[in-house]
């Protein structure tokens, strides 16, 4: 005798949908969190940054590295995501390291 498969209900279907829901839910909550932690993060370090600088203005005067300013753009984000990651967003001015801009500009 061969087992027939059992056909799922609807109630069956409509629970296990309804699970899958939830589910992407708290995927969705979880990827917010983490999105605020990162901005947390990033806020922290400008902060304890500008700490840094008001203590020892000097300094941070002779450690300035030398580079590009940029604004970040959605693109920047899309093709670096580890940019997000870090807690930057589109708009924050950032500086291009100078070494970083050179080599960009060389012919391959």
């Known amino acids: 005798m061969s ?3 059992k056909v799922p209900t609807k109630e069956e279907i409509m629970g296990f949908l309804q699970e899958q829901i939830d589910v992407k ?7 917010e969190l ?13 902060a304890l940054s500008f700490i840094g600088q008001m203590t020892n203005p000097q300094a941070a005067k ?15 984000l899309d093709n670096n995501p580890e940019l997000a990651e870090a807690g930057v967003a589109v708009g924050d001015d950032v500086l291009i390291p100078a070494e970083t801009a050179k080599r ?5």
């Open 34 to 46: 983490n999105t605020n932690l990162a901005a947390m993060k990033a806020e922290e370090l400008k």
């Open 25 to 31: 839910k708290l995927q969705v909550e979880l990827q």
């Open 104 to 108: 960009s500009l060389k012919k391959k």
């Open 3 to 5: 087992e027939e498969q």
């Open 62 to 76: 002779e450690e300035q590295p030398q580079g590009t300013p940029h604004t970040v753009t959605q693109e920047d």
